[in-house]
C-alpha cells in the first residue's frame, strides 16, 4: 500500500474557503481576542478514559463536549493529541 501523506492530500483537494467535507464556508470563525488558557487546561485534565473508547466518543463525549464553537473544539482536540 503506498504512503499517503496528509498535508499534500489537503493541499491537492482543498483551496482554502471550504470546510472539511467540502462544501463551502459560508460563516468561518472569527478570532478576534482568542484565549484558550481554559480550553487548554480541561483538555490536559482528560485523564481516566476507558480502554475501548472509540475516536467519536473520545471527541465528543471527553475532548470537545464542553465547547459550542468550532474554533474551541480544534483547540481542544490538538492540546489532547499533542500532549499524548
Known amino acids: 500500500h503506498p504512503?499517503?501523506?496528509?498535508?499534500?492530500?489537503?493541499?491537492?483537494?482543498?483551496?482554502?474557503d471550504e470546510d472539511g467535507e467540502g462544501h463551502p464556508a459560508y460563516q468561518p470563525f472569527q478570532i478576534s481576542n482568542?484565549?484558550?488558557s481554559q480550553v487548554d487546561k480541561?483538555?490536559?485534565?482528560?485523564?481516566?478514559?476507558?480502554?475501548?473508547?472509540?475516536?467519536?466518543v473520545l471527541a465528543t463525549g471527553y475532548v470537545c463536549r464542553p465547547y459550542r464553537s468550532a474554533v474551541q473544539?480544534?483547540?481542544a482536540?490538538?492540546?489532547?493529541?499533542?500532549?499524548?
Open 34 to 36: 482568542p484565549s484558550f
Open 3 to 16: 504512503v499517503i501523506c496528509p498535508v499534500d492530500e489537503i493541499y491537492t483537494d482543498r483551496q482554502g
Open 77 to 84: 482536540i490538538f492540546t489532547w493529541c499533542s500532549e499524548r
Open 42 to 56: 480541561a483538555a490536559r485534565c482528560i485523564t481516566s478514559l476507558p480502554s475501548s473508547i472509540t475516536a467519536a
Open 73 to 75: 473544539r480544534l483547540r
